[in-house]
């Protein structure tokens, strides 16, 4: 059964940092592209970030460009998200997502096989 386990979430203030971990198990992820999104209350959830295969070709929303960094360590099948300068309007359900498509990257909920749980992550003001 294929898992994807989100954990380092939390309450911050604003203009701090946190690192959400994404761990993969039941299956190897290592050729296959992933990525986060994130869904606030009453909205729709929304890309955050996502990253190839390799690790060496990502993409960001524009709202969190400069300030969120997606990276993957495929030999303990895992991938991060470093959040920097949090804004309060970052305040969400943060969701790991992986695709078994070969190539490209994930950049919309349907193009997503397998989520995680889903991990909180509040700013405070």
Known sequence: QVQLVESGGGLV????SLRLSCAASGRTFSHY?????RQAPGKEREFVATINWSGGNT?????????????RDNAVN????????????DTAVYYCAASTTLGGLVLRT????????????TVSS
Do not use: C
């Open 13 to 16: 203030q604003a203009g701090g």
């Open 110 to 121: 349907g193009a997503v096989d397998y989520w995680g749980q889903g991990t909180q992550v």
């Open 33 to 37: 592209p992933m990525a986060w999104f």
């Open 78 to 89: 895992t991938v991060y998200l470093q959040m920097n300068s949090l804004k309060p309007e």
């Open 59 to 71: 993409l960001y929303a524009d709202s969190v460009k400069g300030r969120f960094t997606i990276s």
